[in-house]
């Protein structure tokens, strides 16, 4: 497109003077194979560029719709140019980009690494036990000063992503910000409440009561029956948004995950508790009453976003308003912890500071994996984070008078495309599960909008106090974990879909449970509650 071109060109007049953050050395605690040192690796210890000769390295990932082609994007050319290293990218769409990879990893046809990985646990073992993945800890020791230094100032970022056998085989996003760890917050429209002079629902029943006034009146003003009191991407945010007013949830956001603690703090997994079974029957009526969109369940994320900017809909789940498109982002307020019937308020859709684990991984095909690591550690410094956000001054970004840095214009305020689309034509960030370390300066996003950090300060009282990273397990309890979850969490969102859309009774709820139960719901939790001991020993 247009805009691509344009920076693309001016790029290759730009100039860029960039550092990495030097890092101490420690002894690895683990004992994959040892990294190489600079002479014999050929890889310059610290600067630029990274190798003196130039090398090619392939990676395959996860593109999201919002993002323009990776190999054409202003700061992998430019990164290129700075290190001698140039990576040639197989973007495939993150629809069916799991598929793709793991059909590859079996095959034995895949790449040197993985960007933009969105490895689970259950991969990250599967893949690391086979020395597909290989050990990250030495070349981490050598070749990464910046995540290195991360990891000492923050020992539960290491306690997140060391598997049980010592090795660490995938790198992680990171996230020191407030309101995106509030991961999608719950957004209504105000203009649509003024005009019916209704307050900002602070209940799940008063939440009910609106959604159907906006549902009954021509909100819009177009004459027509065509508001949408809630939709959203087939993820379906109302279980993750609302769950916590029914005290469900309480140690965050996993996704499949249906595993947490009770008020008591005992283990349990919730898809059968009986407030799980309250909460299912509540979003049936929103379904059967026409409040939520009937489309949710199959529509993608160009879809959800096409409702928002044609003004059709009264609430939503997101990170931030920006999804609504510039000219109606500013009618949209957030909504708090909503009180549920039994007295809970929690907002429980909330990410750890380790927010995606499996990235970033390099395979045991990767000719260069010093250069490889010193590549993708710059992504973790101070630098780093400010390129991946911001791009390159004067093309994408500008100084302003202050010393404070923003978009350009065109991104800011671009007529056709929201932010966060315009800035996926120029950097990999728009959509998440990239490896980098997110720092709040440089992120001049819809997270740091002030309904964002209005949001994040009004819910955050509300958020649960333990956050669990995903765990990882041993290749035995991995191997026992991949047969539960395969056959439970499956049922589980099946029986779901049929609750909520009134093709299965809620009188088969017993059944419901005992199917679960016969399942192996028991061991599943013996497995999460040694992995969670593990953790805490870390």
């Known amino acids: 497109m247009r805009l691509t071109r344009r920076w693309v060109t001016a790029s290759m007049a730009a100039s860029m003077t960039l550092t990495v953050l030097a890092g101490c050395s420690t002894a690895n605690e683990a004992n994959p194979a040892k990294a190489k040192d600079t002479k014999e690796s ?40 700075m290190t001698n290293v140039k990576v040639v990218f197989e973007a495939t769409p993150e629809a069916g980009y799991k598929e793709k990879r793991n059909v590859r990893l079996a095959s034995g046809d895949y790449p040197e690494a993985f960007y933009r990985a969105m490895l689970t646990p259950a991969d990250e073992v599967n893949y690391g036990s086979q020395g597909i993945l290989i050990p990250l ?17 923050h020992p539960d970022v290491k306690k997140s992503i060391i598997a049980p056998d010592g090795n660490i085989y995938s790198l992680p996003q990171l996230n020191e910000q407030v309101a995106p760890r509030i991961s999608r917050k719950l957004w209504i429209n105000k203009k649509w409440l003024d005009k019916l002079g209704l307050p900002v629902p602070t209940t799940v029943d008063e939440y009910y009561k609106t959604l159907k006034a906006f549902k009954e009146n021509d909100m819009n003003g177009n004459g027509k029956n065509d508001e949408i ?27 499949n995950v249906y595993v947490d603690e009770d008020a ?47 003004g059709l809909v ?15 982002m500013n009618d949209y307020v957030p909504v708090p912890a909503l009180k549920g019937p039994h007295g809970d308020h929690m ?28 590549w993708i550690d710059y992504f973790y410094s101070e630098e780093g984070s400010k390129f991946l956000r911001m791009g390159v001054e004067g093309i994408t970004y500008e100084k302003l008078p ?137």
């Open 42 to 81: 050929g890889v310059n210890a610290t600067g630029f560029p990274i190798v003196k000769e130039p090398i090619t390295i392939q990676m395959m990932g996860a593109k999201h719709p919002l993002h323009a082609e990776w190999n054409d994007m202003l700061i992998f050319k430019e990164y290129g140019k």
């Open 137 to 153: 800890n030495d070349l981490i020791d050598k070749y990464a000063p910046n995540f290195k230094a991360i990891l000492e100032k």
């Open 229 to 255: 009191p809630w939709t959203g991407d087939k993820s379906f945010d109302l279980i993750p948004g609302l769950r916590g007013s029914w005290g469900l949830g309480t140690t965050g956001y996993r996704k």
């Open 264 to 310: 008591n703090g005992k283990l349990r997994f919730f898809a059968t508790d009986p407030k799980y079974k309250e909460m299912l029957q509540y979003l049936a009526v929103l379904f059967k009453e026409g409040l939520m969109d009937r489309e949710v369940f199959a529509q993608e994320v160009p879809q959800f976003n096409a409702k928002l900017t044609q």
């Open 314 to 328: 009264g609430s939503f789940h997101a990170s931030n308003v920006n999804q609504a498109g510039s000219a109606l």
């Open 347 to 374: 907002y429980t859709y909330v990410v750890p500071f380790t927010q995606n684990q499996g990235a970033f991984a390099i395979t045991n095909k990767n000719k260069h994996p010093e250069a490889t690591m010193r």
């Open 402 to 538: 202050n010393g404070d840095i923003e978009y350009k214009d065109d991104i800011r305020n671009n007529p056709k495309l929201s932010l966060d689309q315009a800035a996926g034509q120029f950097s990999t960030w728009p959509g998440g599960n990239v490896p980098q370390m997110v720092l709040q300066k440089f992120d001049k996003t819809g997270n740091t909008f002030p309904s964002s950090l209005e949001a994040a300060k009004l819910l955050g009282p509300d958020t649960p106090e333990k956050i669990w990273p995903s765990f990882l397990f041993t290749k035995e309890e991995q191997d026992k974990l991949n047969s539960l979850e395969s056959d439970i969490v499956t049922f589980v969102e099946e029986q779901q879909l049929k609750f909520i859309t009134g093709a299965q009774s809620f009188d088969a709820w017993d059944q419901y449970v005992n199917s679960i139960n016969k399942m192996g719901v028991k061991d599943l939790l013996n497995i999460y509650g040694a992995a969670i001991e593990r953790y805490k020993k870390n």
